[in-house]
């Protein structure tokens, strides 16, 4: 054991930190996808593991047919876009359930980026083409502040958004559909709409991947929608951790970016402690089940101190009560 913990290098750990940090700040952005669709419309939505893939494959693609790097980055949006209206269509339209929506349109996705890069994977030469998101590591904290800059510009631009009249609409239907229904707002529409943004965000997340990684890659989505549910979770946490009941919409969506980080902090952490790459989606599920148990337990806990609290507080206001009657027989 002692010879065990001696191999381990501190240092490495320092050095691969950064790297962690940039990609945990890009997962936050799809993090904030899958928000939109598992908090904001209560719907699972699992297109996501195909919309990222498609943002990473449309964006290299047009990088390498000579497309400016940041006009790809849009495109791939709007190609996300494009797919959360196909899943919002077939929930919607044709009444498919919306996970089984999601996996429909996950599926065709897949094909869908097969034809879109002609084989499996993709790479550009990172020594012809000028990334500001790159792995880099002589550019790795321009990288880390670019993609910070642009989480802010997005959760201002989230914020903003579901505050509008449409914004609130789409709050609104994931709150409580059937009074939305009978307040005149199109809960059909509003779900449409809330999957389309969702997907567009995710699809960015994987064009800013790709551009990072130098490369997409058809399977890059395979298990997003869990990354994604362990950075809103973990921010979640953490939110209500330290900031209590004094957090508001821009705040949980700022943790749910911060829970991307998290997440891939610990990613980096167990990696260093050389746990096997095979066993990292075991990991991932076994952090996800840990956070998504943490809050339930916190409220059950609390429920069972002050159940026994009130119970005190009775016998001890029971044992007053006797004594006073006693004493008063007594007096009489």
């Given amino acids: 054991m002692f010879s065990y913990f001696s191999s381990l290098n501190p240092a490495a750990l320092m050095n691969a930190c950064p790297g962690g940090i940039a990609q945990g700040l890009i ?5 904030l996808g899958v928000y939109l669709t598992f ?4 719907l699972a939505d699992l297109t996501v593991d195909g919309s990222l893939s498609t943002g990473g494959a449309v964006c290299i693609m047009l990088v390498l047919a000579g497309v400016n790097p ?3 980055l849009i495109i791939a949006f709007f190609a996300g876009l494009a797919a959360g209206l196909v899943t919002g269509f077939l929930h919607v339209n044709l009444g498919i359930p919306p996970i089984l929506a999601g996996i429909l349109t996950q599926i065709s996705l897949y094909s869908i980026n097969l034809n879109i890069m002609g084989k499996a994977n993709q790479s550009v030469n990172v020594n012809q083409v000028q990334f500001h998101f790159t792995s880099n590591a002589s550019r790795l904290g321009v990288t880390i502040a670019l993609t910070a800059l642009v989480c802010l510009l997005l959760i201002s631009a989230l914020y903003w958004y579901l505050g509008t009249e449409q914004g609130s609409a789409i709050r609104a239907t994931g709150t409580n559909p059937s009074m939305s229904r009978a307040q005149g707002i199109n809960t059909d529409q509003m779900k449409i ?3 389309a943004l969702s997907n567009g965000l995710v699809a960015l997340a994987g064009a800013i991947l790709s551009q990072y990684q130098g490369f997409a890659d058809v399977n890059m989505g395979r298990g997003a929608i869990v990354i994604g549910l362990a950075a809103v979770i973990i ?4 939110c209500q951790t330290f900031v209590g009941a004094r957090s508001n919409f821009l705040i949980r969506l700022l943790f749910v970016v911060l829970g991307g980080v998290a997440y891939y902090l610990v990613y980096v952490f167990v990696l260093w402690l050389r746990f096997p790459p095979d066993d990292m989606k075991l990991l991932t599920a076994v952090v996800v089940a840990i956070f998504l148990a943490v809050p339930y337990l916190q409220r059950k806990s609390s429920s069972s101190f002050s159940k026994a609290a009130r119970s005190s507080q009775e016998a001890i206001d029971s044992y007053r009560q006797a004594v006073a009657d006693a004493e008063n027989q007594e007096v009489q």
Avoid at 39 to 42: A, E, K, S, T, Y
Avoid at 235 to 238: A, I, P
């Fill in 70 to 72: 940041e006009l790809a």
């Fill in 27 to 31: 997962w936050g952005i799809m993090a």
């Fill in 39 to 42: 908090r904001v419309l209560d």
């Fill in 193 to 195: 709409i809330g999957l």
């Fill in 235 to 238: 921010g979640e946490v953490l």
